[in-house]
């Protein structure tokens, strides 16, 4: 059973307070330019970046930031989800051409080895970062993301990924199909206004995609946050879940936070932010 959201309106109106005071910081980011993702930056301080999930934009991340204070938090979001327009996103690949803007953003920013920080897509697109050979990343946290895209609702990468192809009809091409579309949007923090196609793109490419072979090549130390229920016996096999999944990833700290819903930040707002503020001190 998935335990109630706490402190949803609390949450709500930081989500809103982040939009409004972020104005003012945007222009730190305003020199970079992508049609994949855009950044807005807020805080002093050593920098972490953070990465929302699919479909949620930096809004997700508000009681995070007020709690978890002496960093400048680069926020990303990509085009097509929480209201921003796709642009390039709105057709063709998706997930590797993110990651090589993000790359280019710490770059042409020129932050030195920062921190980068990912939920659900955002933990996958987080540990591809940390695989590439350039730039250097400080450390990594994902955030309730196994390294199997397809493992994370049960399925497998082939049979994930023909379903992410009949969704993308089904939420486009009929009437009750934009209303679950709407549905989903709705209870996901933050996603009000995400493109159905690139929601749909997404899906698809995270169904094929399956990290945990390529682990072993992660150029950075690895946390991983997970979420856990109340039932004892579920969280039991939850936790053994993700030891094997990051098994191949030596050395990683593996963290469940619970009782808990799929967005950590918002159902364990308290618990979260000790981990994070544990893992940014290294």
Request: proline residues 7%; positive net charge; contains cysteine.
């Amino acid at each position: 059973m998935t335990p109630p959201i706490l402190n949803r309106r609390d949450w709500l109106t930081g989500a809103a307070t982040l939009l409004a005071f972020g104005c003012a910081d945007a222009a730190q980011a305003a020199a970079f330019a992508s049609r994949r993702i855009s950044v807005t930056v807020r805080g002093t301080g050593p920098d972490v970046l953070l990465i929302p999930g699919l479909a949620s934009g930096p809004g997700v991340w508000a009681g995070t930031i007020a709690a978890v204070t002496g960093y400048r938090y680069h926020l990303v979001q990509v085009r097509g989800f929480a209201g921003l327009p796709p642009d390039a996103n709105r057709s063709g690949p998706l997930i590797a051409p993110l990651v090589t803007d993000i790359a280019a953003y710490i770059t042409q920013a020129k932050l030195v080895r920062p921190a980068v920080v990912g939920h659900s897509m955002g933990g996958t697109l987080a540990m591809l970062l940390a695989m590439r050979p350039a730039p250097a990343i400080g450390r990594v946290m994902v955030v309730d993301m196994l390294p199997d895209g397809a493992g994370m609702v049960g399925g497998t990468t082939s049979g994930m990924g023909y379903l992410a192809d009949q969704l993308s009809g089904y939420f486009t091409g009929t009437k009750a199909g934009r209303q679950l579309f709407a549905d989903i949007v709705r209870q996901q923090p933050g996603a009000k206004g995400s493109d159905p196609d690139v929601i749909a793109t997404a899906l698809r490419e995270l169904a094929q995609t399956d990290l945990g072979p390529r682990l072993k090549t992660l150029r950075a130390p690895l946390q991983v946050a997970y979420a856990v229920g109340s039932d004892a016996q579920q969280r039991q096999a939850q936790m053994a879940r993700y030891r094997t999944a990051y098994a191949p990833a030596k050395g990683a700290l593996l963290t469940p936070i619970g009782p808990s819903g799929h967005v950590i930040m918002a159902d364990q707002p308290a618990r979260f932010a000790t981990v994070l503020r544990g893992f940014l001190r290294g």
